[in-house]
């Protein structure tokens, strides 16, 4: 941990966004995304398309491992923006980093259950394991609160077992270790290959959760305003994209780079990731504070010194309602 640190360290002191204003050209920021993913390949299709140089802003876009890295490059100073969950932004502001939340871009869960063939119906979960990856995780609170609306509770009606990543998820299913797991799209398209049960999309039971929100440091946003607000453009900028069929192909194309899949032999893949993202993204990509409040209770179980935790006080929307003000959202997304 002490090497890692030294690591981000030398980020903050060799390539600050604030050096960036004496170069020639656009100036450069440090953009923090936790994993190579489907639910982040539409930063990089951004990066790509030159929509963050169309707001004159040049993003270097850096993958970590997970979150908790991603929260130690923080802590250490040394990124500009990042993707978080509302629990990890919680966690940093313990340790006084002061990160706000100005962008929602996945305001829900983003997973699907999927299950043995026999099993049709969510009633039909009853006494049957399902796999997530570890207790008090996304895809833990994701299954819990789905679940109960279909009056199924946790540890009475049904049974969580940690199975670790999405890979160890699906093997425990396939090996008849569990009845059902939660996988994240376009996996579930491996999954109904092999015979099992899309039993149900979560990004359509509306259930609010702040899984990907856009975070920045406090005195990052109060020197440099305009900045966020041209970074924020870019991304939302880019949803369009997403919901544009005309794009399709250039967004899978990008797509495809990022995630190191093939444009022919994986194009089904690719095709469910452009249609299942187009429909998360919102068109007005506010902080969802009734997520951050669901985040805030998980984060507040796990630390009693946390008790005092408000939502609120660590959402800014402005730079949103400017977009909305100025006409950038209905010029981009119409009335959808």
């Known amino acids: 941990m002490r090497i890692f640190i030294v690591i981000a360290l030398s980020i903050a002191i060799y390539s600050p966004a604030e050096d960036a204003w004496c170069q020639k050209g656009p ?3 440090r953009f923090g995304v936790a994993g190579v993913s489907g639910t982040n390949a539409h930063y990089y299709v951004d990066r790509q398309l030159g929509l963050f140089r169309k707001n004159n802003l040049d993003v270097e876009l850096i993958t970590f491992q997970g979150g908790s890295q991603l929260t130690q490059t923080v802590l250490a100073g040394g990124l500009d923006f990042l993707t978080l969950e509302g629990t990890l932004g919680f966690a940093a502001n313990q340790k006084n980093v002061n990160l706000f939340f100005i962008a929602g871009v996945i305001n829900t869960f983003p997973f699907t259950i999927v299950s043995k063939p026999e099993i049709r119906v969510p009633a039909e979960l009853r006494g049957k394991k399902i796999a997530i990856s570890r207790i008090g995780s996304a895809t833990h609170v ?10 199924l509770r946790s540890e009475k009606d049904f049974v969580i077992i940690q199975s670790g990543g999405q890979a160890e998820r699906f093997a425990a299913l396939r090996a008849g270790v569990v009845d059902a797991a939660i996988i994240s799209p376009p996996f579930n398209l491996v999954a109904r290959r092999l015979g099992f049960n899309d039993l149900i999309d979560l990004s359509e039971k509306g259930v609010p959760y702040a899984l990907q929100q856009i975070g920045v440091r406090k005195d990052f946003m109060e020197r440099h305003p305009e900045l966020v ?4 453009r870019g991304i939302v ?11 399709k192909a250039l967004v899978t194309e990008n797509v495809a780079q990022f995630l190191r899949l093939d444009t022919e032999k994986d194009r089904e893949d690719l095709d469910e990731t452009f249609r299942y993202y187009g429909k998360v993204f919102p ?5 969802t504070l009734e997520g951050l ?10 630390r009693p010194d946390a008790k005092d935790v408000r939502p609120a006080d660590y959402v800014v929307n402005r730079f949103i309602d400017e977009m909305e003000k100025d006409g950038f959202l209905a010029r981009l997304f119409g009335t959808r």
């Open 27 to 29: 100036p450069t920021v």
């Open 283 to 287: 068109t007005k990509p506010y902080p």
């Open 142 to 151: 994701a299954v819990r609160s789905t679940l109960e609306r279909y009056d």
């Open 293 to 302: 409040e669901l985040a805030a209770q998980l984060f507040k179980k796990d």
């Open 229 to 232: 607000s041209r970074f924020l």
């Open 237 to 247: 900028e880019g949803f369009s994209y997403w919901k544009d069929p005309s794009k």
